[in-house]
């Protein structure tokens, strides 16, 4: 990681689950980072924003859905954006949420894949 990359520590205890946040802003301000954790972000009317995970740099929609695994830098951008009410759910969890068991049975192995491909983020369809 760069140094001059921020590693944020985010409100989530030991003992939580997840910690969720939901919030509507006119912009987005806060500067590329990492966290140990995992973050599920919805991005809803922000078109032309710009999202930056990892390597990749891409204009988003209007809507999207992203998975951002554990140390992989993140963030959004303004850019082209117009929007002046974005609406943004997170939800960030623990990597040890699911334990290796739990993630071996037969019914998770669609979700212990998932977990895996996030280390690059994952970009879910509409």
Request: proline share 2%; with cysteine; hydrophobic share 40%.
């Amino acid at each position: 990681m760069p140094a001059d990359l921020l590693r944020e520590i985010i409100p989530l205890t030991k003992n939580d689950c997840f910690t969720i946040f939901s919030r509507t802003k006119e912009k987005f301000d806060f500067p590329l980072h990492y966290h140990e954790e995992f973050e599920l972000n919805f991005i809803q009317n922000a078109k032309n924003a710009q999202r930056i995970i990892g390597d990749h740099i891409e204009l988003i929609d209007d809507l999207e859905l992203v998975l951002v695994g554990a140390n992989l830098q993140h963030g959004w951008f303004n850019h082209k954006c117009k929007s002046k009410e974005i609406k943004e759910i997170t939800i960030q969890f623990h990597r040890d949420l699911f334990d290796e068991k739990f993630l071996s049975r037969n019914q998770m192995h669609f979700i212990k894949n998932l977990l895996e491909k996030s280390s690059r983020g994952v970009l879910f369809s509409r």
